[in-house]
């Protein structure tokens, strides 16, 4: 059975009723929408210009992410950047976000294992989720895995057979949502040790990326 993970709440009360990003950052920093906050070392927001048509969702901030305030920064950030290079588009030309914008660890002496958020951090975490495509009105959401696919589609996800084509909005899909690609996380080629399968992965989320690109204005 999937870990719910029993939170209760959300991050409704912590939202400002406001589209700017400066004040979403700032907000997003006293949230207690669930128990994430307090083994954090701080809030992750997002990335990226407001002007940005093509927006990425990832999982969740990592160790390096949690440290260092920004998304994508570590070691997944670095196959992201491999990624956006090979599918031709320029990172500074992306908003990257994550679905949970705290990072859920374990603590093993003084190393921090990830840990898979639930269903129900994913719940709470989704105003925000909702408030940022509110303020950047997207061409296209790009899923990096199946966290961030449940998150905005709203429901379960299946990255290898549903990547790499357009998904229209269903009912529960974030609002104001037009168009969504679903596609791995850069951590999965981490994980892969035989370099062949790490450039295939590459390319393939590469060639995901390339689809949303397309259905942008830029």
């Known amino acids: 059975m999937e870990d719910d993970g029993a939170v209760g709440g959300d991050a409704a009360a912590w939202v400002p009723d406001t589209t700017s990003l400066p004040r979403l950052r700032a907000a997003a920093e006293d949230c207690r929408g669930c128990e994430l906050w307090a083994d954090a070392t701080q809030v992750v927001f997002s990335a990226g210009p407001r002007r940005a048509r093509l927006m990425l969702v990832g999982e969740q901030p990592g160790d390096v992410e949690d440290r260092e305030g ?3 920064v570590g070691p997944a950030g670095r196959i992201l950047d491999d990624v956006l290079e090979a599918a031709g588009i320029d990172r500074s030309d992306v908003y990257l976000t994550n679905a949970v914008k705290h990072f859920r ?3 093993r002496g003084k190393r921090r294992i990830h840990q898979k958020p639930t269903v129900a951090h994913i719940t709470a975490c989704h105003p925000w989720l909702e408030v940022e495509v509110v303020a950047m009105t997207p061409d296209v959401v790009v899923c990096l895995g199946a966290t961030a696919g449940r998150a905005v589609l709203g429901r379960p996800v299946r990255v290898g057979e549903e990547r790499g084509r357009v998904i229209e909005p269903g009912e529960k899909t974030v609002p104001g949502v037009s168009a969504v690609v679903l596609t791995s996380h850069p951590s999965s080629v981490l ?14 989320i590469a060639d995901d ?6 259905l942008t204005d830029a």
Not at 191 to 204: K, N, P
Not at 209 to 214: F, G, H, I, P
């Open 70 to 72: 920004e998304p994508f």
């Open 105 to 107: 660890h374990e603590k």
């Open 191 to 204: 994980r892969l040790r035989d370099r062949d399968e790490r450039r295939d992965s590459i390319a393939a």
């Open 209 to 214: 990326l390339r689809v949303a690109a397309e």
